[in-house]
């Protein structure tokens, strides 16, 4: 286990500064240096040169970035909101986009499994049809056309909920955005989650248990269920590094003010800066979010433990 | 020496070493001499034909690939001609319109009401006729639906193409020769598998000028990951195979192997990961023309269009959505067919 645990770590933030150095080099490349004032002499740029650093070898430059990178100083933003440090704009924004994503989680999860239990207990039935449908449409179309639709319809025509993110009404107009978005977590879960208890169900120990005499719910429950979640836990993992994408146009609809909606903006207007922080900050996100399922894989189920150790 | 110490070891049998020629890669080795392959397509093929919603995909991607060819020269308009006096229209179909729908009236939500308006009526074009409407520009929009649609399944088709080949190449390369190559590509794609496909596809369109080739080639090095996963299991599988034995033992070369013998065998589950590829490469490019950095301006892709309509969609919302249908159709249709594939080619399969 702790073989296996060093690996994925080891894997983990050498990716990290594999993409640190994409990033960096890509800082490199970007047209205009940081001290473009015709009136600035030889002597005075030099001075600014040594001040920051720049007049040091590029290796030891890279190595005060990834210094900077993690410890949060990101630098400012040019074009956005002048000269604002990146990273205060950022932790304005985080927390909102990690609470909506949060929510689309937790409410694709549950409707998923739900689905999916339903789908397989009453396999080849209508109530399994019906789930079937609903899955393939939520893994077929994509979330911000969900978006547009629900923000049509409940918002616009219906007035139900509020079309637009509002600071004093969070919940309420943090629904239609979740919702939307964890369509596809939501249909994926549920196609998951039926064929694994299909499996699960066909099972020896499930003819054992039921042989003891156990049934109805703790048969569902304690049995099939609790074996059947092991794998779900991986897909869970790509859901929510996809999320991260769909976000960015949902937040844009629904004009959250997120990180997602930042980097849009970051991006249409060539805020170089704000860019390439927020791409760490996805990678180093993402990563943290796949090496964790992976580790908790590894402790749930050995057998993928042992497989990966001798691989 | 080799040959010499065989020579001897049976000296009765008659038969010398310069009776036998390697084959190396001659074609021949590869006939298949039985016809069970022949008789697997056919069962692949009533297997798929006999799953109802794997059937209307593949009907619904026909009927829309015919309407991207042959759509936007079924009418006058071309996608870029702009008609500012026309702009706003409703759709408008001219045998429809006696039956009381697409008669190009529209009803327009206010804060003090609604209202019913027929634009067409309002500015005397008796004989003008749009079907799905006009944009804000007063531009055709069933013609730019099409284009678009055009526009977005070439990227598509291209992007899931070129993913094949570099991840089909890279995971049997993988596979064959395992150990410490096996080991070392192994290692590389974990890496760049651990970059979320956001960031990469952003940074390259910072740095590149959009346009179909930038998505292509954003596509090409986010997807092929997949690919070659399945490719390099399969190989797995299949290298310790007596046919794979028997051909090393003719001379074979490995690349000879490797796609003249090995690939003919994995082609199912090769289609079957290209087909759900392409809706992932339609949605990613209608997500880039979404967020703008998709296809220039004035040619569309659904992405565009839709990114173009959501503006209006509140006033106009006929304009956003033929582009929505047609992508939705399109995405659900790859997944049924992939989906119908899948079991057809491996009947063990359970998924629903």
């Known amino acids: 286990m702790r073989k296996y645990v060093l690996k994925r770590v080891l894997t983990a933030v050498f990716t990290l500064l594999v993409i640190l150095l994409v990033l960096f080099i890509l800082m490199q490349l970007m047209p205009g240096s940081p001290f473009n004032d015709e009136k600035l002499t030889d002597d005075q740029l030099q001075l600014l040169y040594e001040k920051y650093g720049l007049d040091k070898p590029i290796i030891v430059q890279f190595f005060n970035y990834v210094k900077n990178m993690f410890t949060g100083d990101f630098g400012v933003s040019y074009k956005i909101s002048k000269n604002t440090p990146i990273a205060q704009l950022i932790a304005s924004r985080l927390p909102i986009s990690i609470g909506i994503g949060f929510m689309a989680v937790f409410i694709g999860a549950l409707i998923g499994l739900i689905l999916g239990i339903v789908a397989a207990i009453w396999h080849d039935t209508i109530l399994d049809t019906i789930a079937t449908i609903i899955s393939v449409i939520g893994v077929s179309v994509p979330s911000y056309v969900f978006a547009l639709a629900l923000s049509f319809e409940f918002g616009f025509t219906l007035g139900w909920f509020p079309m637009l993110y509002s600071n004093s009404a969070q919940l309420s107009s943090s629904i239609l955005p979740s919702v939307s978005l964890s369509m596809f977590t939501m249909a994926s879960i549920a196609r998951f989650t039926r064929s694994e208890m299909m499996e699960v169900m066909d099972s020896e120990y499930m003819l054992l248990a039921e042989s003891k005499g156990l049934s109805g719910r703790a048969l569902i429950l304690r049995h099939a269920l609790r074996n059947a979640l092991i794998p779900i836990v991986t897909v869970l993992a790509p859901l929510i590094v996809d999320l991260m994408t769909g976000s960015l146009v949902v937040e844009k609809i629904f004009s959250i003010p997120g990180v997602g909606s930042l980097l849009v903006n970051a991006i249409q207007s060539n805020d170089y800066n704000v860019v390439i922080s927020l791409s760490f900050i996805y990678s180093a996100m993402y990563i943290v979010i796949m090496l964790v399922v992976d580790i908790l894989y590894g402790i749930i189920d050995p057998r993928i433990r042992l497989a990966k150790e001798d691989g | 020496m080799a040959d010499i110490a065989n020579e001897n070891k049976y000296p009765d ?315 939705a159709l399109l995405m659900l249709s790859f997944n049924l067919v992939a989906d119908g594939l899948r079991e057809a080619l491996d009947p063990k399969f359970k998924e629903m």
Not at chain 2, 61 to 88: E, R, V
Not at chain 2, 222 to 246: C, N, P, Q, Y
């Open chain 2, 13 to 327: 049998d008659g038969y010398s070493q310069d009776l036998f020629v390697l084959k190396e890669d001659a074609a021949d080795i590869t006939i298949d001499e039985n016809f069970a392959s022949q008789s697997f397509w056919k069962e692949v093929r009533a297997q798929f034909l006999k799953k109802k919603s794997a059937v209307f995909g593949l009907i619904a991607i026909i009927i829309i690939t015919l309407l991207a060819i042959f759509g936007p020269g079924m009418n006058s308009y071309s996608y870029s001609d702009q008609d500012l006096s026309q702009k706003n229209l409703a759709p408008r179909v001219a045998w429809l319109e006696g039956l009381g729908i697409f008669d190009g009236s529209e009803t327009i939500s206010t804060t003090s009401g609604s209202k019913t308006t027929n634009g067409y009526e309002d500015s005397g074009l008796s004989d003008v006729y749009y079907w799905f409407g006009s944009d804000t520009f007063g531009r055709d929009i069933w013609t730019r639906t099409w284009s678009g649609a055009r526009v977005s399944l070439i990227i598509a088709v291209a992007a899931a193409l070129i993913d094949m080949i570099i991840g089909m190449s890279y995971g049997l390369i993988s596979g064959f020769f395992g150990g410490k190559v096996d080991m070392v590509m192994q290692r590389i794609l974990e890496v760049s598998n651990g970059i979320p496909r956001l960031v990469i596809v952003t940074l390259l369109l910072l740095v590149l000028s959009p346009g179909i080739l930038t998505i292509v080639f954003a596509l090409m090095l986010t997807e092929w990951i997949g690919m070659s996963r399945i490719a390099r299991a399969e190989m797995l599988k299949l290298k310790e195979r007596e046919f794979v034995l028997a051909s090393r033992t003719l001379g074979a070369g490995s690349f000879f192997i490797i796609f003249k013998e090995v690939l003919p065998n994995i082609i199912g589950p090769i289609i079957t990961q290209v087909m759900f590829s392409i809706p992932t490469a339609i949605f990613t490019e209608a997500f880039l023309s979404f967020v703008g950095l998709g296809i220039p301006v004035p040619q569309c892709s659904l992405g565009s269009l839709i990114s173009e309509g959501f503006n209006s969609f509140t006033t106009h919302p006929y304009q956003i959505v033929p582009p929505i249908i047609v992508m």
